[in-house]
């Protein structure tokens, strides 16, 4: 991998902590979620412009993928209400391979090397570090976090079948997003109203420039991932949990515990073992 691939990916990273840390922050996640959806349902729709439409065989997969992605918000929401950024960030991305490992290893047969397997170890060790406080297990952290892991390990799945159907990986991402940030609001009034959705707050531009940062430290993982090794970038990026817990010191308060970094190191390496 070349140096401006590494310094990418990282930058990736961190752009992605930065966009949990805003959300974690915010005084209403709800809204706050909604918001960067709105911005990210914006953008695609202007690149969808310039893309042809994805394949029909994938748009049941575009479908399944945006509802998951909400399910995945909704239990994102609920464990930044529950947890800290530098626990429930690290928990959340750390199950997420563990549980697609297993996942391929139970239902479709796959293999599972010595790599992995240590990797696996890694990972569970991590967030065990992270759920334990003294001697007790704190279940209470742990649910959203693991149920937000699930979510991104199913729709991480049906992506990975989508886009192979789709014919064009950017048409798929665009027309994806677009109906996971259309989905969003449309939630969001269901379960408040619309006149609290679009009345103006402040902070407004910052949420929805976060939902922009999103959509770039995606892209600039999509790109790495044409220009270097799929395994090595999707493990790089996995030091977003140590960025997560340092951006949860310095602007939310949070304790940078010493026990708490050697967890998101350990989940990080985990997760390089398992790329």
Known sequence: MSTPIIFLTLFAALLHACWNALLRGGADRLWSMTIMCMAIALSCAVFALFLPFPAVASVTYVVLSGVLHVGYNLCLIRSYQTGELGQAYPIARGSSPLMVTCGAAIFAGENVDIDTLLGIGLISGGIMILAIRGRRLAARGLTYPLATG??????????????????????????????????????????????????????????????LVSLLAYGMIIYAMMAAPMGAVSALRETSVLFAAVLGYLFLGEKLTLRKMLACTVIASGKLMIG
């Open 150 to 211: 699930a979510f991104i390990a199913a729709y991480s799945v049906v992506d990975g079948i989508g886009v192979r159907l789709s014919g064009n990986s950017y048409s798929y991402t665009v027309w994806m997003r677009m109906l996971w940030g259309a989905l969003m609001p449309a939630l969001y009034i269901t379960l408040r109203d619309a006149k609290s959705l679009l009345r103006w707050r402040p902070g407004i531009v910052m949420t929805a420039a976060g939902g």
